[in-house]
């Protein structure tokens, strides 16, 4: 049984690194470029009215969740199965949300000491179902159920993780 990651590396840095990542299939989103900021910076823009800035503050707060509600301690296709789900369910990106989510699940995965045997195309094509069956219904109060997603996505991960 793959072993569990005590927890997700800490705010800023996993912040920067989904960035970067939605980056690559999202170029264009202006802002990306707000939400890496930190401390007063963020602060400062933060408070501004700008539809960039909503989107940001809206995308930082559901980062959070996922970060802060990250089942520590719990088996890692589990975690696995929680990433995937929060990022195609909860969208906190304006585009490629389950392909940022599949590509950061990957690298938790390999982290974790193990290996993935899912090719890129078929962990997104799964992103992309969840996504399309997720689509209004996921929340951040229900972030951390198991419910048929869940249990559909830890299924698909627990045959491909080793």
Avoid: C
């Avoid at 170029?27 to 940001?56: M, N």
């Avoid at 301690?73 to 995937?84: N, R, S």
């Avoid at 996921?138 to 299924?155: G, I, N, Q, Y």
């Amino acid at each position: 049984m793959p072993q569990s990651i005590h927890h997700l590396e800490r705010f800023p840095h996993f912040l920067k690194r989904v960035i970067a990542l939605n980056q690559v299939y999202n170029p264009d989103d202006e802002s990306h470029a707000l939400l890496g900021l930190s401390g007063p910076e963020w602060e400062a823009a933060a408070r501004g009215d700008s539809p960039a800035t909503k989107i940001a503050a809206r995308s930082r707060k559901v980062l959070h969740a996922i970060h802060d509600h990250f089942p520590r301690g719990a088996a890692l296709t589990e975690q696995a199965a929680y990433l995937v789900r929060a990022f195609s369910g909860l969208r906190p990106f304006q585009e490629a949300n389950h392909r940022t989510g599949w590509d950061y699940t990957a690298e938790v995965i390999s982290h974790g000491g193990s290996q993935l045997l899912a090719t890129t195309d078929e962990g997104r094509a799964l992103g992309n179902d969840l996504w399309d069956d997720l689509r209004g219904e996921l929340s951040v109060d229900r972030l951390t159920a198991k419910d048929e997603a869940f249990a559909r996505v830890h299924e698909w991960l627990r045959t491909r993780i080793a």
